[in-house]
T-cell receptor, first 112, second 114 residues
Framework: NAGVTQTPKFQVLKTGQSMTLQCAQDMNHEYMSWYRQDPGMGLRLIHYSVGAGITDQGEVPNGYNVSRSTTEDFPLRLLSAAPSQTSVYFC???????????FGQGTRLTVV | AQKVTQAQTEISVVEKEDVTLDCVYETRDTTYYLFWYKQPPSGELVFLIRRNSFDEQNEISGRYSWNFQKSTSSFNFTITASQVVDSAVYFCALSEPNDYKLSFGAGTTVTVRA
């Protein structure tokens, strides 16, 4: 069982570069989300999707874009990387409201 | 406003000691869900428990136990007879009924020394 798969695991970017973090789940979950984890702040929601074709902003959406063309995939795009986006990023999927989220392995991103 | 507060930033104990992690939450809903996750040094997030607001029974799973008290809006987590493998960051999280998202606390880092 793959669950939620995130790639890459590590990435170093230069300021101003763009990149896409990939996320795929094989559990047929409608809800997917992206969080970032920063020291002392827990995990904060960036963007989420309640189904294919539907996305919305979370708590910290600036500088990020998402799309959801299929149930399985939910990529996160950094448009123009900034040092403030240095963080660990987690993708998650949830079966329905009130149930636990399944997380990917995380992507450690450093922007220099 | 912070919905989930984990006041303890770090806790250090010696193996076999008990450790209790505090979690206080804030919500206006009568129906809500609470979770605990573990993040070991390897970095992944491991689901530990889910509790809905209508179930105030305490739960025990091996050396782990959870105490849910609606009167004080708390959902505390105790590790009994701690082991080195319990060293991790532990997150408490809240989900409200009209929302899929999880609101996380800042996390408590537990270090268990041999």
């Amino acid at each position: 069982n793959a669950g939620v798969t995130q790639t890459p695991k590590f990435q170093v970017l230069k300021t101003g570069q763009s990149m896409t973090l990939q996320c795929a789940q094989d559990m047929n979950h409608e809800y997917m989300s992206w969080y970032r984890q920063d020291p002392g702040m827990g995990l904060r929601l960036i963007h989420y999707s309640v189904g294919a074709g539907i996305t919305d902003q979370g708590e910290v959406p600036n500088g990020y874009n998402v799309s959801r063309s299929t149930t399985e995939d939910f990529p996160l795009r950094l448009l123009s990387a900034a040092p403030s986006q240095t963080s660990v990023y987690f993708c998650a999927s949830t079966y329905r409201r009130g149930t636990e989220a399944f997380f990917g392995q995380g992507t450690r991103l450093t922007v220099v | 406003a912070q919905k989930v507060t984990q006041a303890q930033t770090e806790i250090s104990v010696v193996e076999k000691e008990d450790v209790t992690l505090d979690c206080v939450y804030e919500t206006r809903d009568t129906t809500y869900y609470l979770f605990w996750y573990k993040q070991p040094p390897s970095g992944e997030l491991v689901f530990l428990i889910r509790r809905n607001s209508f179930d105030e029974q305490n739960e025990i799973s091996g050396r782990y136990s959870w105490n849910f008290q609606k009167s004080t809006s708390s959902f505390n987590f105790t590790i009994t007879a701690s082991q080195v493998v319990d060293s991790a960051v532990y997150f408490c999280a809240l989900s409200e009924p009209n929302d899929y998202k999880l609101s996380f606390g800042a996390g408590t880092t537990v270090t268990v020394r041999a």
